[in-house]
């Protein structure tokens, strides 16, 4: 099962943690992975990449794990972005868990 923590400072989502495998199907034909790991991959990149803003990503092998961190004093516009970018993601997140609740959690702390 894969699981996917928010990390939150009050209503602010700081980043997330996903971990595990789904266990949905094999490696390759794994559409739940798949959703996952795209997801994680695009929001990755419109924080870093489009929007230049460094956050630091964290994976590791030995537990099949990703983690995102925003960084702090974003400024209001990038801040707000983030938190949309980061909303959509959590929304996301929780439509799978709810199609497939046998492979994938998520979690706010």
Do not use: W
């Not at 924080?47 to 956050?55: K, P, S, T």
């Amino acid at each position: 099962m894969t699981t996917v923590t928010f990390h939150t400072e009050g209503r602010r989502i700081c980043g997330f943690t996903v971990q595990g495998h789904s266990g949905y199907a094999s490696e390759g034909e794994d559409i739940v992975c798949a959703a996952i790991t795209s997801a994680v991959r695009l929001t990755e990149c419109a924080v870093n990449d489009v929007l230049g803003l460094e956050a630091s990503v964290k994976v590791k092998q030995s537990d099949a794990s990703i983690t995102l961190k925003l960084p702090a004093g974003l400024g209001q516009t990038n801040e707000s972005t983030c938190q949309t970018l980061l909303t959509a993601l959590m929304v996301h997140f929780v439509q799978l868990a709810e199609e497939y609740p046998q492979h994938i959690t998520v979690l706010e702390v």
